[in-house]
């Protein structure tokens, strides 16, 4: 039996990119200091806000994945 469907791989495919998008991030912040926010061209870049919007998108899908398992009860009988 496969560990995860289809839906349930896609989503942790793409948590862990999300996941792994922040902590390449995190650690580029960490070695040499926040980036800076800027506009150029009439397009504006925010990095708090970017990672404001990953750990979002993140617990939405963690939220989905979540609800494609289903609720679950473990049942157990004990014989005397």
Do not use: C, H
């Amino acid at each position: 039996m496969a560990k995860y469907s289809t839906a349930e791989a896609a989503l942790e495919s793409a948590i862990t990119r999300l996941a792994n998008s922040l902590k390449d991030e995190t650690a580029y912040q960490e070695a040499y200091g926040p980036r800076p926010s800027y506009s150029l061209d009439g397009e504006s870049y925010s990095w708090p806000e970017w990672r404001t919007s990953i750990i979002a998108q993140i617990q939405e899908l963690q939220k989905a994945r979540q609800a494609i398992g289903g609720p679950f009860m473990v049942r157990s009988r004990v014989r005397t």
